[in-house]
């Protein structure tokens, strides 16, 4: 009886997948989607696996989520794949995660590109392992001229280290004196940071019932909308991301209203 309660809402009314983004299509679809793709080891420990299963299948997720998030027309897809913390695990956890670029890559290139998909990353580069950093680039150069979703991985990244980079180019430039300090406002910070092509999210979602932001974007977050959920990464399907596209929109819908009443 109580599962019938707490099944969605979409199942509840019967929608099928097509009805569902058919239906988001129709409203204002977030321009920019950040996501924290948070319990693939706890994924794993649950079917008694190593951890290392759940970031293959976490991988697998990240490849749904872009396709229909390209389908939805998304502009920007930001994922969390590695945090400067994340150096701090196992050895063989780290090696095993620092392979997932090229196998992700080397799998679905080909569809990113006949998608009109362009691979970006963000985070600190030169301390990536060799093969790690060509597989990115290749990625990169493979898929600069694309028109599509922008799929931003966030690769050895850290929003402090980010924001603190910045700071420092700002303060060579002050001391250079090529800018004074009456310059430097909220623009030219926002110029400064790993984003600087990229709007501001408008929807961040964090999986796996963690509520907190873990060094993540902490500038470009200041607008956006939070959607969190209990549904682990890997289990993260179609009907989860609708669902927070739905609820995005239906706070947009309230807003949007009051922006109208704004105009007259
Ligand atoms: C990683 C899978 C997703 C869940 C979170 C942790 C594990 C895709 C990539 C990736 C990164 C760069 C790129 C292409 C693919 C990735 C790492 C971990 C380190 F250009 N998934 N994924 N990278 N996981």
Known sequence: MLHKLIRRKSERQNQSLAERISLSKKEQIPGHIAIIMDGNGRWAKKRALPRIAGHHEGMKTV????LL???LGVKVLTVYAFSTENWKRPKLEVDFLMRLPEEFLGTYLPE??????????MGENDTLPRHTQEAV??????????????????L??????????????????VKEGKLDPSDINENLISEHLMTCD???PDLLIRTSGEVR?????LWQLAYTEFWFTDTLWPDFDDHCLLDAVES?????????????????
Request: overall charge positive.
């Open 63 to 66: 490849r749904k989520v872009t």
């Open 156 to 173: 050895n990244y850290g929003s402090r280290a980010e924001i603190a980079h910045a700071m420092q180019t700002i303060a060579l430039q």
């Open 198 to 200: 990229l709007p501001e």
């Open 69 to 71: 998030a390209n389908e």
């Open 248 to 264: 995005y929109q239906s706070r947009n819908r309230r807003y949007g209203g009051l922006k109208g009443e704004e105009k007259n």
């Open 213 to 217: 932001l873990s060094n993540f974007m």
């Open 112 to 121: 990113l590109i006949e998608k009109n998909v362009r691979v970006v990353m």
């Open 137 to 154: 680039r290749k990625a990169m150069i493979a898929t600069k001229d694309n028109t599509g979703l922008v799929l931003n991985f966030a």
